[in-house]
């Protein structure tokens, strides 16, 4: 059986319904801002000392004292090389050296170091001392402002001391340390107290003066007595949040010298305005309309979302021939299916608004988080909580949601942890209701490739209204 009307082949340029980047995008790479986020260049802090000296107390006081969220402690233990048949079996007799560096893979650690200090995304292995082994999971390291890194190797390596800001060495009394690695090492690790003694005296009493007493001399605070030296820990805290002070002072400069680079730019290329037809402008009007039942604001503003996820479809999903059976007999049609898994990360809480809309045209669509929040006291934009697909980076294309945006500093943000996940730039699709032109000129100057869907160009710095008229709050 043969249709009447046969369709014509399938045209390679048809597969995809826009290109994937726009000849301004091309001309702007050249031109593209710089811009660092806030966690860019952490500050790491390496605590060293013996086993048993309290690195891991003072490291956790060091973070009450702060009383930041944006504080993570990585231990060098979990950088314990892999070990072989034989060294295992040394091991579980408490005959392997586990205190020499040798036993460090310090190749690993500095590569997540440098990883984090340039804010990048590090998945850090985990070690079990029960087993002698790594596990086959890892954790994930983002976005910290002040990284501790503490072992008894932390000052040692020559590479990890030039990614340290601060160096510090916790000093206790011998007898001390002993009494607390028994404790630690029975309860903990499930040893037996033989053995711990048999490891005290023959690797770590003499490997402590020949490899980790040295660092003594490296460290720029020397700290005695652990969680008992108030003193100390406040120095070291005070510090920190003078440093931190002074990268949040650098992170607005570069928002206000962003503004001021792109003001004068004209809008990209890669910047896609709903076209206002009667019913896109009747829409419009009644959602500025301040005494809208928030009832009929909720119905017409996801009916509007709805329109702009098809208008982000089309410009950032691809499509590739398939020919499927239809429910007439021997009749087939030639078509397209999606090629790729298309994804959203809603920016809370604004975003959430776009999600019943997003559902109405995609209602499979995994969806990730990301709470972005202004500081009110410094007015820098700060990353709170992120929950992303594991496999974002293999999606061919990413929604970015926001209602509204005006500075552009969450925006600039949210992407720029979308590309440390391994986003493509030219992947991600920012669809927005309203935006400022200076915020779009400025996330476009840094991030050019990217596409944007907007509904209205408003005012610079119009205040958030749309997610309180949506949400009730």
Not at 127 to 154: C, N, Q
Request: charged share 25%.
């Amino acid at each position: 059986m043969t249709s009447p009307n046969p369709e014509p082949p399938l045209s390679p340029t048809t597969l995809q319904c826009t290109p994937r980047r726009a000849s301004a995008a091309s001309d702007h790479r050249v031109q593209r801002a710089h811009y660092s986020p806030p966690w860019a260049n952490t500050s790491i802090i390496g605590i060293a000392g013996s086993s048993g000296s309290g690195k891991t107390s003072l490291s956790h006081a060091i973070i009450r004292e702060l009383n930041l969220p944006w504080v993570v402690i990585m231990s060098m233990d979990s950088f314990y090389r892999p070990l072989m048949p034989e060294q295992s079996a040394a091991a579980f007799s408490n005959e392997y050296d586990f205190d020499a560096p040798e036993a460090i893979d310090f190749d690993n650690l500095v590569e997540k170091l440098r990883q984090v200090k340039s804010g990048q995304k590090a998945n850090i292995p985990l070690y079990s001392f029960e087993k002698h082994a790594r596990l086959d999971r890892t954790t994930t390291i983002y976005s910290p402002h002040v990284m501790i890194l503490e072992g008894i190797f932390a000052l040692h390596d020559e590479r990890v001391l030039d990614l340290l800001d601060l160096k510090i060495f916790a000093e206790a009394d011998a007898d001390l340390c002993l009494s607390r690695r028994l404790l630690r090492d029975v309860r903990e690790r499930g040893r037996d107290i033989e053995g711990c003694v048999k490891q005290w005296f023959r690797f770590v009493k003499p490997n402590f003066h020949k490899f980790v007493e040295p660092q003594r001399h490296i460290a720029d605070i020397i700290v005695p007595r652990g969680i008992e030296n108030k003193v100390a820990i406040s120095m070291v805290t005070d510090r920190i949040h003078k440093t931190l002070a002074q990268k949040s002072r650098l992170h607005q400069v570069e928002l206000k010298r962003l503004g001021k680079v792109s003001e004068d730019d004209p809008l990209s290329a890669n910047v896609s305005i709903l076209h206002h037809t009667n019913q896109i402008r009747g829409i419009n009007t009644l959602l500025s309309r301040p005494d809208l039942d928030r009832e009929d604001f909720i119905f017409y503003f996801d009916r509007l979302t709805a329109i702009l996820i098809e208008k982000a479809c089309d410009i950032g999903l691809t499509f590739k021939p398939c020919r499927i059976s239809t429910p007439v007999p021997n009749e087939t049609y030639r078509g397209f299916a999606l090629d790729g898994e298309v994804s959203a990360v809603v920016i809370l809480r604004g975003g959430s608004c776009l999600e019943t809309g997003l559902k109405r045209v995609i209602p499979d669509c995994r969806t990730g988080r990301m709470l972005i929040q202004t500081n009110f006291r410094t007015g820098e934009p700060e990353l709170h909580f992120y929950k992303l697909a594991l496999d974002i980076a293999e999606h061919g294309c990413v929604f970015l949601l926001d209602p509204q945006m005006s500075s552009g500093g969450a925006a600039l943000m949210a992407v720029r942890v979308l590309l440390d996940h391994g986003v493509s730039e030219e992947r991600i699709v920012f669809v927005v209701y309203m935006a400022g032109k200076m915020g779009l000129r400025r996330l476009m100057s840094v991030f050019p490739e990217i596409r944007v869907v907007v509904c209205r160009i408003v005012e610079d710095l119009e205040r958030r209204w749309v997610e309180q008229r949506y949400l009730g709050c």
